[in-house]
């Protein structure tokens, strides 16, 4: 999963440093700065989740000139940090908007609880707004949704490398969208006209893939009783998509890697040369490299077919990008069904949880099945454990049921908060040491919130 970035803003080098090993332990990828200036350029090149800045800061080490540079920080939680207690100073970084206050000296395990609350409300809130945006159906490079930041660098890709005739390569995990990429390459290209064909190189028997590529001619081979035009011949003009390309048999190999050297081959039992203009876009789940060392894939061939190298993610790499998926897949639901499905906050955070390792597909078909199940069109807990017995009860909220409520932000957040404490105390058996270690907080953390919460 991908780790949260911190931006840690001191004067003093001592306090940086064990500040940042001290949260680096925490899992959290940490940079520093020693002054405004350093923040400015650390920011260019560090996209932080969460800003730790402290008020005393060179040249002027004026608290209020500080303050006000909470604005370049583009919205992301600022947790102020200084030497002294201030009353005033701290009710103004409030009313600027800064995230808490902490005195100095800090107490570690406190730095956690706010860090960590500041991080998930954050998170929250953007897969929220994410959630109630996402309602058209993406279009162009759009199309591989997502955002993550390796979402967002395939789109880029896409965008830059479809128009020319480079070949591609997409690499990754089963079921990440290699194929959404493949076609989505071909859409925005100048051959969208063009037919795109896809080939299952593991799918089709080692005997047939050479007919069903090159086609053959009338008498080639005993039941071949009139000429059959081969896939490859179909694709010209336009794209052909070799799928699963790690699983093409050796002797097949050295045929394809002809045809994308020459433009040219020849039918099964035919002996006039034919010649074609296609663009191949590769994809595998395997390790080519590997497979070239152990002999078992033809290293020109593995060359030739590169070209450009665009590498999925594994859907638990980049879970962040959930909340959309789900939201595109139901607006596609909707228009099938013709009728309203709204998943709650709960059946969103337990899609959210689990490990998916089909990833996207996976992901898809568990919703679908779902979706399947819910006479009402809303998506709640009730509904999955049918599916999934061994899920764990979820404690049904008193707001913010469903992403469409008309709750404000901060009472969607409050109650994801109280379920999520109801249910660690439910897998604890109301063991308070245990269930504030689930949940990633100190114990008195977790009394204060049960209070605050009425639980």
């Not at 520093?32 to 090149?45: F, I, K, N, P, W």
């Not at 206050?101 to 800090?106: D, Q, R, S, T």
């Not at 000429?227 to 070799?242: P, Q, R």
Request: proline content about 4%; hydrophobic content about 40%.
């Amino acid at each position: 999963m991908t780790q949260n970035k911190i931006l840690l803003v001191d004067d003093e080098p001592a306090f940086r440093e064990l500040a940042s090993r001290w949260l680096a332990g925490q899992d959290y990828q940490v940079r520093t700065a020693g002054s405004l200036e350093e923040a400015r350029q650390a920011m260019v090149g560090f996209d932080a989740d969460l800003v730790l800045l402290d008020l005393s800061m060179p040249p002027h080490f004026d608290p209020l000139i500080t303050l006000e540079s909470m604005a370049e920080f583009d919205g992301r939680p600022v947790i102020i940090i200084t030497g002294h207690a201030d009353r005033d100073l701290a009710l103004k970084a409030v009313s600027l908007g800064a995230w808490d206050f902490i005195a100095k000296p800090i107490d570690p395990e406190m730095l956690a609880v706010v860090v960590r609350r500041a991080i998930t409300k954050t998170t929250l809130e953007r897969e929220l707004n994410q959630l109630k945006q996402a309602g058209q159906s993406a279009q162009g490079a759009a199309a591989y949704i997502g955002h993550s930041s390796s979402a967002q660098k395939i789109r880029a890709l896409i965008e830059r490398i479809a128009p020319t005739d480079v070949r591609v390569l997409v690499t990754g995990p089963s079921g990440t969208g290699k194929e959404v990429i493949s076609r989505t390459l071909h859409d925005l290209s100048h051959r969208a006209r063009q037919p795109f064909i896809s080939v299952h190189c593991g799918a089709i028997p080692d005997e047939l893939l050479e007919s069903e590529l090159f086609g053959y001619v009338k008498g080639a081979f005993t039941g071949a009783e009139k000429d059959k035009e081969g896939l490859l011949s179909l694709a010209d003009g336009g794209t052909l998509f070799l799928d699963e390309i790690g699983e093409m048999p050796l002797t097949m190999q050295v045929k394809m890697l002809r045809v994308l050297q020459e433009g040219t081959f020849f039918p099964v039992g035919g002996r006039e040369q034919k010649h074609i203009d296609v663009r191949v876009i590769s994809a595998t789940n395997a390790d080519l490299v590997e497979k070239v060392r152990e002999g078992r894939f033809r290293e020109d061939l593995y060359y030739r077919i590169k070209g450009v190298n665009i590498e999925t993610q594994s859907l638990a790499e980049r879970l962040e990008d959930v909340p959309v998926l789900l939201q595109a897949f139901l607006t596609n639901l909707r228009a099938k069904q013709e009728k309203t499905l709204l998943l709650s906050n709960e059946a969103v955070q337990w899609f959210r949880e689990q490990a998916w390792p089909g990833n996207v597909r996976e992901l898809k078909n568990a919703l679908e099945s779902v979706a399947s199940i819910c006479p009402a069109g809303h998506i709640t807990m009730d509904d999955i454990q049918l599916l999934y017995p061994s899920t764990g009860a979820y404690a049904t909220p008193a707001i913010g049921t469903t992403l469409d409520s008309d709750a404000t932000l901060d009472e969607q957040v409050r109650a994801l908060e109280i379920r999520l404490i109801q249910k660690a105390l439910a897998t604890t058996q109301d063991n308070r040491t245990q269930a504030a270690k689930q949940l990633g907080l100190s114990r008195q953390g977790l009394i204060k919130k049960i209070e605050r919460y009425g639980l």
